[in-house]
């Protein structure tokens, strides 16, 4: 081994795992650990999928709490559809959302979110 593998720090002839000691007390760090984690939460969800289900909707509720949920499926377009940033995406709703109101607030007919 020539150094750690995180910081570059040199090692012993004797060292089998790549890290210094202070980044071997890290135990995620350990590439035989994240091998039995990443296995871990491939059983979890192979084993629970309602709950792996109901995680992912209250990450993108959460993540997407800004936007009103008639407007949801339009972001989720742009951002992987048409792959723009999620900043620009952003604005795009927002102005939409602005323009759907502007133009009820003329004609007293709510706009239909497609």
Request: contains cysteine; aromatic residues 6%; glycine residues 6%.
């Amino acid at each position: 081994m020539d150094g750690c593998t995180t910081c570059g720090k040199p090692l012993s002839r004797r060292n089998v795992s790549g890290l210094c000691r202070r980044h071997a007390l890290d135990l995620g760090n350990l590439p035989h650990n994240t091998v039995k984690r990443v296995g871990a939460l491939r059983r979890f969800a192979a084993d629970n999928p309602d709950r792996v289900r109901e995680y992912c909707t209250q990450a993108s509720r959460s993540r997407l709490s800004w936007c009103p949920p008639e407007y949801r499926d339009e972001y989720r377009r742009l951002t992987r559809v048409k792959m723009l940033p999620a900043a620009e995406s952003r604005k795009v709703i927002e102005d939409l959302i602005s323009a759907h109101a502007t133009r009820y607030s003329r004609t007293g007919k709510l706009q239909q979110a497609a």
